[in-house]
């Protein structure tokens, strides 16, 4: 079921928001939403920068295969 949110704005916000919805041919209500979807569902994953970097960290990829092996192994704890 929808929810109802009060959402507080400044004019010039408010504007930047009104301009970036109708470019889009979209209701204020629904790009806001859109928008802060889109940014959760980026924030949630590793973009391929950091992916590139965790991949060329040797140590760190030793240390994740070693993770890797105890876990199949059922040792250690886990918290």
Known sequence: MSKTVTLRLNDDTYAK?????????RSLSNFIETSA????????????????EI???????ASLK????????????LI
């Open 17 to 25: 928001f009104r301009a970036c919805a109708e470019s889009d041919n």
């Open 37 to 52: 979807l889109r940014y959760i569902s980026e924030s949630e994953y590793i973009d391929e920068f950091e992916m590139t």
């Open 55 to 61: 991949d060329s960290n040797e140590e760190l990829q």
């Open 66 to 77: 070693r993770a890797l092996n105890d876990a199949k192994n059922k040792k250690g704890t």
